[in-house]
């Protein structure tokens, strides 16, 4: 079937357009009287809370309580929201591609993530105005690798419509094609703008 409107790029936030780097934050709560940042770390890993936050079951001054409570720190919210957002730098070499993607394709943006961390993207960078749209996990109350965050993606586009996702985790690559859902492994900016050349996007 031939496409029937333009075609649409899927990003990812974390790892792809931001580079995400939760030690700092770990050391940071660390030195203000917690556990050990590796201890801390391993708590966002594998602790259910931030997964409820993710998928929207806690609001963000209840997720700040209970996570400050697992890990033994005592913080004002706004404090706690400072640090527990500062883990990002834009990757300038991929937003930068943005507005040449944009010129041929709709642009998506499919990510586990929470009001905090996108608040914080939201004011600090200036790409994400580029996404027509924003498939958020706290908001579909679904969080990759479930099937339902993606459905939810392709349910946004028109039937015969080529999209592609970009995905820097193996995991997410594999459950989003088995949602048919065609995605590549995101490496570095040098692949991701071959991948995009191969495609005609760029």
């Given at each position: 079937m031939k496409p029937t409107s333009r075609p649409t790029?899927?990003?990812?936030?974390?790892?792809?357009?931001?580079?995400?780097?939760f030690m700092r934050a770990c050391k940071r709560l660390e030195?203000?009287?917690g556990a050990k940042a590796a201890v801390i770390h391993e708590v966002i890993v594998n602790g259910p809370?931030?997964?409820?936050?993710?998928?929207?079951?806690?609001?963000?001054?209840?997720?700040?309580?209970?996570?400050?409570?697992?890990i033994g720190v005592s913080l004002p919210y706004a404090d706690f929201a400072e640090i527990w957002?500062?883990?990002?730098?834009?990757?300038?070499?991929?937003?930068?591609?943005?507005d040449a993607i944009a010129a041929q394709a709709d642009l998506m943006?499919?990510?586990?993530?929470?009001?905090?961390?996108?608040?914080?993207?939201?004011?600090?960078?200036?790409?994400?105005?580029?996404?027509?749209?924003l498939i958020l996990s706290y908001e579909v109350g679904h969080a990759k690798p479930a099937p339902q965050i993606f459905e939810r993606a392709l349910a946004?586009?028109?039937p015969g419509t080529s999209v592609i996702y970009f995905d820097d985790v193996a995991e997410f690559v594999l459950a989003a094609r088995s949602c048919?859902?065609?995605?590549?492994?995101?490496?570095?900016?040098?692949?991701?703008?071959s991948d995009l050349v191969q495609l005609g996007l760029v």
């Open positions: 790029v899927i990003f990812d936030l974390g790892g792809v357009l931001v580079s995400v780097d030195a203000v009287g809370d931030k997964q409820a936050f993710d998928t929207g079951r806690l609001s963000p001054q209840a997720f700040a309580q209970r996570f400050c409570a697992a957002c500062d883990i990002f730098a834009e990757q300038r070499e991929v937003t930068g591609l943005l943006l499919l990510s586990n993530t929470d009001p905090l961390h996108i608040g914080y993207v939201l004011e600090h960078y200036d790409f994400l105005p580029k996404f027509g749209r946004l586009v028109a048919s859902l065609a995605a590549e492994q995101f490496v570095d900016a040098s692949k991701l703008r």
